[in-house]
Protein backbone atom coordinates (compact mmCIF):
# COMPACT_ATOMS: atom_id res chain seq x y z
CA UNK A 1 0.00 0.00 0.00
CA UNK A 2 1.10 3.58 -0.85
CA UNK A 3 0.26 4.54 2.35
CA UNK A 4 -2.05 8.04 3.41
CA UNK A 5 -1.48 9.99 0.07
CA UNK A 6 -2.27 13.87 0.59
CA UNK A 7 -1.93 16.60 -2.20
CA UNK A 8 -0.58 19.21 -2.49
CA UNK A 9 2.09 18.74 -0.84
CA UNK A 10 2.78 22.71 -0.92
CA UNK A 11 0.66 25.15 -1.60
CA UNK A 12 1.25 29.01 -1.74
CA UNK A 13 -2.08 31.53 -2.08
CA UNK A 14 -3.20 34.73 -1.51
CA UNK A 15 -5.46 35.92 0.94
CA UNK A 16 -9.00 35.51 0.27
CA UNK A 17 -8.49 32.76 -1.78
CA UNK A 18 -10.15 29.37 -1.81
CA UNK A 19 -7.97 26.36 -0.96
CA UNK A 20 -8.89 22.47 -1.18
CA UNK A 21 -6.52 19.68 0.21
CA UNK A 22 -7.00 16.09 -0.69
CA UNK A 23 -6.30 13.10 1.34
CA UNK A 24 -6.56 9.91 0.12
CA UNK A 25 -6.43 7.33 3.27
CA UNK A 26 -5.12 3.53 3.38
CA UNK A 27 -7.70 0.94 1.94
CA UNK A 28 -9.95 -0.72 4.79
CA UNK A 29 -8.98 2.09 7.14
CA UNK A 30 -12.66 3.14 8.70
CA UNK A 31 -11.29 6.72 10.56
CA UNK A 32 -9.70 9.69 8.66
CA UNK A 33 -8.36 12.52 10.71
CA UNK A 34 -7.31 15.61 9.41
CA UNK A 35 -4.62 17.58 12.04
CA UNK A 36 -3.16 21.22 11.19
CA UNK A 37 0.26 21.67 12.71
CA UNK A 38 1.64 25.18 13.79
CA UNK A 39 4.55 26.07 15.98
CA UNK A 40 2.60 28.10 18.40
CA UNK A 41 -0.11 25.36 19.02
CA UNK A 42 1.25 21.81 18.23
CA UNK A 43 -1.11 19.15 16.20
CA UNK A 44 -4.52 20.16 16.56
CA UNK A 45 -7.17 17.93 15.51
CA UNK A 46 -9.81 19.14 13.01
CA UNK A 47 -12.15 16.95 12.21
CA UNK A 48 -12.77 13.09 11.94
CA UNK A 49 -14.53 11.01 9.99
CA UNK A 50 -15.68 7.05 10.34
CA UNK A 51 -16.82 5.34 7.68
CA UNK A 52 -17.65 8.59 5.48
CA UNK A 53 -19.37 9.99 8.48
CA UNK A 54 -18.06 13.21 10.18
CA UNK A 55 -18.07 12.42 13.98
CA UNK A 56 -16.42 14.95 15.29
CA UNK A 57 -15.53 18.91 13.95
CA UNK A 58 -15.52 20.77 17.31
CA UNK A 59 -11.81 21.27 16.46
CA UNK A 60 -12.62 23.70 12.75
CA UNK A 61 -11.82 26.97 13.92
CA UNK A 62 -13.93 28.81 12.22
CA UNK A 63 -17.09 28.42 9.56
CA UNK A 64 -14.58 28.97 6.58
CA UNK A 65 -13.16 25.50 7.41
CA UNK A 66 -15.19 22.68 5.84
CA UNK A 67 -14.60 19.20 5.09
CA UNK A 68 -16.35 16.41 3.26
CA UNK A 69 -15.76 12.48 2.50
CA UNK A 70 -17.57 11.61 -0.26
CA UNK A 71 -16.50 8.12 -0.65
CA UNK A 72 -13.95 5.38 1.44
CA UNK A 73 -10.73 6.49 -0.48
CA UNK A 74 -10.70 10.42 -0.83
CA UNK A 75 -10.83 13.50 1.56
CA UNK A 76 -11.00 17.34 1.04
CA UNK A 77 -10.43 20.29 3.30
CA UNK A 78 -11.34 23.51 2.08
CA UNK A 79 -10.50 26.57 3.43
CA UNK A 80 -12.65 29.71 1.96
CA UNK A 81 -11.71 32.27 1.74
CA UNK A 82 -8.31 32.03 3.13
CA UNK A 83 -6.08 34.15 5.42
CA UNK A 84 -2.80 34.36 6.57
CA UNK A 85 -3.41 32.60 9.91
CA UNK A 86 -3.84 29.92 8.35
CA UNK A 87 -0.34 29.07 7.20
CA UNK A 88 0.45 26.01 8.40
CA UNK A 89 0.95 22.24 8.03
CA UNK A 90 -2.21 20.04 7.52
CA UNK A 91 -2.16 16.12 7.99
CA UNK A 92 -4.15 13.43 6.86
CA UNK A 93 -4.20 10.60 8.91
CA UNK A 94 -6.27 7.10 8.66
CA UNK A 95 -6.64 3.71 11.24
CA UNK A 96 -8.74 1.04 11.03
CA UNK A 97 -11.39 0.10 13.13
CA UNK A 98 -10.34 -1.28 16.75
CA UNK A 99 -8.99 0.71 19.87
CA UNK A 100 -5.50 -0.30 19.67
CA UNK A 101 -4.78 0.36 16.21
CA UNK A 102 -2.77 3.23 15.74
CA UNK A 103 -2.34 6.09 12.65
CA UNK A 104 -0.77 6.11 10.07
CA UNK A 105 -0.29 9.75 8.71
CA UNK A 106 0.08 11.35 5.04
CA UNK A 107 3.24 13.74 4.34
CA UNK A 108 1.57 16.40 4.63
CA UNK A 109 0.72 19.76 2.59
CA UNK A 110 2.23 22.87 3.62
CA UNK A 111 -0.07 25.67 3.40
CA UNK A 112 1.06 29.27 2.85
CA UNK A 113 -1.34 32.16 2.75
CA UNK A 114 0.10 35.30 1.85
CA UNK B 1 -10.79 13.26 29.80
CA UNK B 2 -7.87 12.23 28.60
CA UNK B 3 -4.68 13.89 28.24
CA UNK B 4 -0.86 13.86 27.76
CA UNK B 5 2.24 15.61 29.07
CA UNK B 6 5.71 16.22 27.51
CA UNK B 7 7.30 18.05 29.99
CA UNK B 8 10.37 18.69 28.20
CA UNK B 9 9.80 20.84 24.78
CA UNK B 10 13.68 20.17 24.28
CA UNK B 11 15.78 17.32 24.80
CA UNK B 12 20.03 17.07 24.00
CA UNK B 13 21.91 14.60 24.29
CA UNK B 14 25.13 13.26 23.29
CA UNK B 15 26.33 10.44 20.61
CA UNK B 16 26.14 7.16 22.19
CA UNK B 17 24.86 7.82 25.35
CA UNK B 18 21.30 7.05 26.37
CA UNK B 19 18.38 9.28 26.23
CA UNK B 20 14.89 9.59 27.95
CA UNK B 21 11.86 11.07 26.34
CA UNK B 22 8.84 11.90 29.02
CA UNK B 23 5.45 11.30 28.75
CA UNK B 24 2.83 11.12 31.22
CA UNK B 25 -0.96 10.41 30.66
CA UNK B 26 -4.56 10.72 32.61
CA UNK B 27 -7.33 8.37 31.33
CA UNK B 28 -10.17 7.66 33.28
CA UNK B 29 -9.61 3.94 32.37
CA UNK B 30 -7.15 1.79 30.82
CA UNK B 31 -4.46 3.56 27.82
CA UNK B 32 -3.45 2.67 25.01
CA UNK B 33 -0.60 4.42 24.81
CA UNK B 34 1.45 5.23 21.21
CA UNK B 35 4.79 7.29 20.58
CA UNK B 36 5.49 8.54 17.12
CA UNK B 37 8.63 10.27 15.22
CA UNK B 38 8.34 13.48 13.09
CA UNK B 39 11.24 14.08 10.86
CA UNK B 40 11.79 17.54 8.77
CA UNK B 41 8.87 18.15 6.42
CA UNK B 42 7.64 14.38 6.88
CA UNK B 43 4.32 13.08 8.61
CA UNK B 44 4.51 11.57 12.06
CA UNK B 45 5.68 8.30 11.56
CA UNK B 46 4.42 4.98 14.40
CA UNK B 47 7.45 4.15 16.64
CA UNK B 48 5.68 1.53 19.02
CA UNK B 49 2.66 1.35 20.97
CA UNK B 50 1.45 -0.02 24.77
CA UNK B 51 -1.92 -2.12 24.98
CA UNK B 52 -1.47 -4.67 27.31
CA UNK B 53 1.21 -7.72 28.47
CA UNK B 54 5.03 -6.47 29.42
CA UNK B 55 5.02 -3.14 30.38
CA UNK B 56 8.52 -3.18 28.21
CA UNK B 57 7.50 -2.36 24.83
CA UNK B 58 10.47 -2.62 22.13
CA UNK B 59 9.53 -0.80 19.09
CA UNK B 60 11.37 0.86 15.60
CA UNK B 61 15.04 2.12 14.95
CA UNK B 62 15.83 0.34 18.56
CA UNK B 63 13.55 2.14 20.75
CA UNK B 64 11.65 1.46 23.75
CA UNK B 65 9.47 2.43 26.20
CA UNK B 66 8.06 1.41 29.76
CA UNK B 67 4.56 1.22 30.42
CA UNK B 68 4.56 2.45 34.31
CA UNK B 69 0.80 2.43 35.83
CA UNK B 70 1.45 3.60 39.42
CA UNK B 71 2.98 6.40 37.95
CA UNK B 72 1.14 7.13 34.73
CA UNK B 73 4.14 7.47 32.78
CA UNK B 74 5.18 5.49 28.99
CA UNK B 75 8.53 6.87 28.79
CA UNK B 76 10.62 6.91 25.62
CA UNK B 77 14.50 5.51 25.74
CA UNK B 78 17.16 3.98 23.45
CA UNK B 79 19.86 2.67 25.08
CA UNK B 80 22.64 4.49 22.72
CA UNK B 81 21.53 7.46 20.55
CA UNK B 82 22.29 8.71 16.97
CA UNK B 83 22.30 11.64 15.37
CA UNK B 84 19.85 10.60 13.01
CA UNK B 85 17.76 9.71 16.00
CA UNK B 86 17.31 13.47 16.03
CA UNK B 87 13.66 14.35 15.44
CA UNK B 88 10.00 15.59 16.83
CA UNK B 89 8.88 13.01 19.40
CA UNK B 90 5.01 12.80 19.81
CA UNK B 91 3.35 10.72 22.92
CA UNK B 92 -0.43 10.28 22.32
CA UNK B 93 -2.95 8.15 24.45
CA UNK B 94 -6.46 6.81 23.61
CA UNK B 95 -8.64 5.24 26.36
CA UNK B 96 -9.30 1.51 26.01
CA UNK B 97 -13.04 2.00 26.71
CA UNK B 98 -14.22 3.96 23.25
CA UNK B 99 -13.33 4.76 19.70
CA UNK B 100 -12.28 8.40 20.51
CA UNK B 101 -9.39 9.82 18.77
CA UNK B 102 -5.82 9.76 20.09
CA UNK B 103 -4.76 12.34 22.26
CA UNK B 104 -1.31 13.93 21.41
CA UNK B 105 1.13 15.80 23.35
CA UNK B 106 2.74 18.83 22.60
CA UNK B 107 5.83 17.49 21.28
CA UNK B 108 9.47 16.71 22.07
CA UNK B 109 12.23 17.91 20.35
CA UNK B 110 15.33 15.39 20.51
CA UNK B 111 18.45 16.76 19.51
CA UNK B 112 22.06 14.22 19.50
CA UNK B 113 25.24 16.32 19.09
CA UNK B 114 28.28 14.39 17.29
Redesign the interface.
Known amino acids: DAG ?1 IQSPRHEVTEMGQEVTLRCKPISGHD ?1 L ?1 WYRQTMMR ?2 E ?1 LI ?1 F ?1 NNVPI ?1 DSGMPEDRFSAKMPNASFSTLKIQPSEPRDSAVY ?1 C ?1 SRE ?1 G ?2 S ?7 T ?1 LTVV | AQSVAQPEDQVNVAEGNPLTVKCTYSVSGNPYLFWYVQYPNRGLQFLLKYITGDNLVKGSYGFEAEFNKSQTSFHLKKPSALVSDSALYFCAVRDWGGNTPLVFGKGTRLSVIA
Open positions: VYFGLLYNDFASGAGYTFGSGR
